[in-house]
């Protein structure tokens, strides 16, 4: 007798699971709620876990051709002063969002001349763009701190290389005399980048989320450029974010 009430038993169940899936489809009952405690079963992250990615916070600065004795970075985030992705990608001043922390492991510094770097005419040229990048890297020094604290002060600023730049494949220069006179016709690419080592931390810095942090660049006196340019500075390392 028993297995005939334990088979009718199952055969009820599966026939009331049946229903209830033909009713829940077609809106004839509504879901069961479910308890908060069980809201876990459906989460698309992991609560209190984080996932390191390698990131870059980046963050640049208009160089005046008369010169500064600072610029500050980290401080403007996009959508402030005109600033967007192009200029930066800090997205709160001198501090990550709330969730997120960054392991620095490097900075880079580079500069982005405002002179013309391809050249032709009848006039001799001088090198101005290396001149310039040469003038703006080697007197300078740079800061960096975090709560107020500095961790990094350290010059000049061709210590901080910059991993990448445009490489030049062809400079030329002509001149010729024409009807017994001297008589210059130049074309030729001027640029130059300082190059070397990547400065790296022999130990890396943790930023939290509710640090303040920012990144300077000082000169005893204004050096001045050719032309107005602008300044990038690059802190590479790893971005903890929350997983999903």
Known sequence: MKPVIDFLLSLFVMLAASIERFMLGN?????????????SKYAISVPGAKEGVGWTLFDSVAYAQAGQTQLTFFQIPQGQSSKTFADTNMVAAGQLPAGQSFLIQSVEVRMYSGTVLAKGGVAQYAP??????????????????????????EGPLDRFQPSSGLSIFEALALSYYAG?????????????????????????FLLESNMNFKVTLNWAAAISQTAAGVVFVHLNGVLYRPAQ
Request: hydrophobic share 40%.
């Open 128 to 153: 101005t763009n290396a001149d310039d990048i040469y003038n703006f890297s080697k007197k300078g020094w740079l800061e960096m701190s975090i709560q107020s604290k500095l961790y990094i002060q």
């Open 180 to 204: 017994g006179t001297a008589t210059y016709q130049e074309v030729s690419v001027d640029y130059a980048r300082t190059s070397g080592k990547l400065y790296t931390l022999a130990s890396p």
């Open 27 to 39: 809106g004839l009952i509504l879901a069961a709620i479910p308890l908060y405690q069980d809201l």
